[in-house]
């Protein structure tokens, strides 16, 4: 019920293309839906987020899309560049609990100039 | 700067050694956590403090121990009973109840190795 799986496990994009990360959930009550991106040998940061109350959040090149029906929500990368070349996780947030996140297992983004 | 520091940022250990992490935050967060990264694995839960002198298992508490007696600080033990300590280790905070809001923050990471 905690888990969240996360497709590909890595992925290879040239540069100007689009860069689609996907994450499957199961627990319903979850309510809230960040990616993090992190660079070799740093910690994550948080990137972009997502309530299910809404189906797509766009931040620059960055867009989360939600499915709820579907318990999925994916990261899309427009115009990939080589600096988005990084680890990223997808996650998955339930509100009131004290464990917070849980995390997908990582998708390795790079991006070939 | 408010932020995460973990010290050190390598660390060697060899067998039958117990270590301790470092993890200090001056973000005013009441909680803490403490993550695991092995390549492929994602990030796998320790333990997690919600408030000063109480913490909680996480997934993965076997082998780890960790004490929580000031809010900035929240240190973390590999002890000898941890059979496969190596691999990357954050430490992360936020707001109290607040992580579903704002996300956490995260450290730098220490890179475990043993030797």
């Known amino acids: 019920q905690q888990q969240v799986k996360q497709s590909p496990q890595s992925l290879i994009v040239q540069k100007g293309g689009i860069s689609i990360i996907n994450c499957a959930y199961e627990n319903t009550a979850f309510d809230y839906f960040p990616w993090y991106q992190q660079f070799p040998g740093k910690g994550p940061a948080l990137l972009i987020a997502?309530?299910?109350?809404?189906s797509e959040k766009k931040e620059g090149r960055f867009t989360i899309s939600f499915n709820k029906s579907a318990k999925q929500f994916s990261l899309h990368i427009m115009d990939s560049q080589p600096g988005d070349s990084a680890t990223y996780f997808c996650a998955a947030g339930l509100s009131g609990s004290a464990r917070q996140l849980t995390f997908g297992s990582g998708t390795q983004l790079t991006v070939l100039p | 700067d408010g932020g995460i520091t973990q010290s050190p940022k390598y660390l060697f250990r060899k067998e039958g050694q117990n270590v301790t992490l470092s993890c200090e935050q001056n973000?005013?967060?009441?909680?803490m956590y403490w993550y695991r990264q092995d390549p492929g694995q994602g990030l796998r839960l320790i333990y997690y403090?919600?408030?000063?002198?109480?913490?909680q298992k996480g997934d993965i508490a076997e082998g780890y121990s960790v004490s929580r007696e000031k809010k900035e600080s929240f240190p973390l033990t590999v002890t000898s009973a941890q059979k496969n300590p190596t691999a990357f280790y954050l430490c992360?905070?936020?707001?109290?109840?607040?992580?579903?809001?704002?996300?956490?923050?995260f450290g730098s990471g220490t890179r475990l190795t043993v030797v």
């Open positions: 973000l005013n967060h009441d909680a």
């Open positions: 403090s919600q408030i000063v002198n109480d913490f």
């Open positions: 997502i309530r299910p109350d809404v």
């Open positions: 992360a905070s936020s707001r109290s109840g607040t992580a579903t809001h704002y996300g956490y923050t």
